[in-house]
């Protein structure tokens, strides 16, 4: 067990490393395959129509995917998954079914591979982002340990690639990692064990002037509402005792500004690899990153909402769990009760006529594009 949480701890270490240095992720598949057990690993995105697929970063992968695979029911129904859940090929059909498709046959059997096993990532309206792994005939079928595997690591991939989207440069490669990152919408703080701030830039700056969400006392980083100051310390002071204390404290801190604005933050330990060198010379052991949810209305929205009648309540559900996710992270977004988001959810389901939140997502992307059937 003991050998089992420092495998985890080191990959945990790898994928972060990652979203500071893009270079580092197909090192980061590999290690991830091989805890969860295959031999053939990547990060997906398609658009939500199906029409358009691309492979982030993958490792193992010897022979392209066929661009069919893409359409088919069976890549599909991977992507419609709950985000973080883990998705086998028998939750989805018959391994037999599966073994008489062309993809199975002319690309996965002249391989060896037998297995899948995926995790959506994040999902907008547009498109959905997913990590999966391919199992050999020697790994067997996917089972109650690689689940527990995925679980454990998935939030941790997710956490890495929402960062690495908000950084979306190399900073690790400059002489100054906070030096680069005042071009950045989010707002971001580097901060030590305690939480005293030894760098903000431009965006975390205004946030902290308009003194909403967080403001500084005796030059330390802190929240207008208690309760998340007291998750933010915590977050703080694990980050200082490496990169698995940090992800027991979830993947995003909910804040909720004086005025009722929602902003969600996200902490990157600094303490190994490439993060350390990029934090070093700020002596700091942690990036927080803060931004606001991402639920504003659209004229496609409003569409959606007269369309089925919804409440504004409603299509502000409706649009958290395209834009943030399952329950939990919706009901963290609003700041209200999982119970509550639940409730405004089963009469989504009735007013729209569908089943599962993904048919939710589904709906949504239907309005995304001309091109959606």
């Not at 998935?154 to 950084?167: G, K, N, S």
């Not at 002037?209 to 998750?231: F, P």
Request: with cysteine; hydrophobic share 45%; net charge negative.
């Amino acid at each position: 067990m003991n050998d089992g949480r420092q495998q985890l701890s080191e990959l945990i270490s790898v994928v972060y490393d990652a979203a500071i240095d893009q270079s580092l992720w197909e090192n980061a598949i590999e290690s991830t395959a091989s805890f969860v057990g295959g031999v053939v690993a990547g990060l997906y995105c398609k658009d939500a129509d199906a029409q358009y697929g691309l492979i982030l970063h993958s490792f193992g992968i010897v022979r392209p995917l066929p661009v069919a695979l893409i359409r088919h029911p069976f890549a599909a129904e991977h992507f419609l998954a709950e985000i973080e859940q883990p998705v086998a090929t028998a939750d989805l059909m018959p391994y037999d079914e599966l073994a008489e498709t062309g993809f199975y046959q002319e690309w996965a059997r002249p391989q060896g591979l037998i297995d899948f096993v995926s995790a959506v990532l994040d999902k907008s309206a547009t498109s959905v982002a997913m990590f999966g792994v391919f199992r050999h005939e020697r790994n067997g079928f996917v089972d109650d340990e690689t689940r527990h595997r995925m679980r454990l690591i998935v939030p941790h991939i997710r956490r890495a690639i929402i960062i690495a989207r908000l950084l979306d440069l190399k900073v690790a490669e400059t002489g100054t990692f906070a030096d680069t990152l005042d071009g950045l919408d989010a707002g971001l703080y580097l901060v030590d064990e305690g939480g005293r701030i030894v760098h903000a830039n431009a965006a975390g700056r205004a946030i902290l002037n308009a003194g909403d969400v967080l403001y500084v006392a005796a030059r330390h980083l802190a929240a207008c509402d208690a309760q998340v100051n007291q998750t933010l310390r915590e977050v703080f002071a694990a980050a200082g005792q490496g990169d698995a204390a940090l992800g027991t404290k979830g993947i995003a801190i909910p804040l909720i500004g004086k005025d009722g604005e929602r902003y969600i933050a996200h902490a990157l330990p600094l303490t190994t690899g490439a993060r350390r060198r990029a934090g070093m010379a700020y002596t700091a052991v942690a990036a927080l990153f803060v931004r606001k949810a991402a639920l504003a209305m659209s004229s496609r929205s409003e569409i959606i909402g007269k369309m089925f009648k919804l409440t504004p309540t409603e299509l502000r559900v409706l649009l958290a769990i395209v834009e943030v996710g399952g329950v939990p992270e919706v009901a963290a977004a609003l700041g209200v009760a999982d119970t509550t988001v639940r409730s405004h959810v089963s009469r989504l389901f009735q007013k729209t006529g569908t089943k599962r939140q993904a048919d939710l997502v589904k709906l949504v992307a239907g309005y995304a594009t001309p091109m959606a059937g």
